[in-house]
């Protein structure tokens, strides 16, 4: 299930070389992640804080032709967004590099996450659960093109609910793992990113298991 990605694939896609760590020779196993979520969640924020190297970012001021647009009611300290998406990389160990993309958040760029689904593995669902219902079209492009996917809780404030409520009101599967996390922290956003790998690994390896016996009935 592993997809590899050349570093020197993304490497020119990167504004300059400053900043830019060079990929461990051992490293073998690139995995492409995104991270989805509503307007303002939080996303362009954990890729910066994971990120370790200088990331790729499209974000831009806000104007006036978003008023009446982007419900920017929640997020009034809010003054840029990401108009295509932002890109960053980390190392999880000596073999395995996630490639992270982060998805704009507004309704008029939703028309991008098709294509920015396009072989990836897994996906982040950053959720703030202030704004709950920001979060239904993430989970329902997920599921539709089938996508394995975790929910992290960005804490930006003190949690007033706990995670099962969360799982309660996003109507989430049991074997969907969710994570609390504060995306301006880099411990806490790559706590996150190895939650997902983890889910993913135990997917591939479950998918394994049933592959192998079904063989087993099948030569029986």
Sequence with gaps: MHSRISDSTVSPALPGSAGHAPLRESASNGLKIV??????????TMVKSVSEIRPLSTEETMTQAGVGIDDASLVRDKTTTTVAFD????SLDEQMVLYLFGAPGQERFWFLWDRLFAGTLGAVVLVDTNRLADSWYALDRLEHHGTPFIVARNNFTEPRHSLEDVREALDL???VP??????????SSKAVLVALARHLYSLSTDAAGKSTAAAGKSAG
Excluded: E, H, L, N
Excluded at 87 to 90: E, K, L, P, S, V
Excluded at 178 to 187: F, S, V
């Design 173 to 175: 599967s049991p074997d």
């Design 178 to 187: 969710m994570i609390d996390c504060d995306a301006r922290k880099r411990d």
């Design 87 to 90: 890109f960053g990389r980390i």
């Design 35 to 44: 991270i989805v979520g509503g307007f303002g969640v939080g996303k362009t």
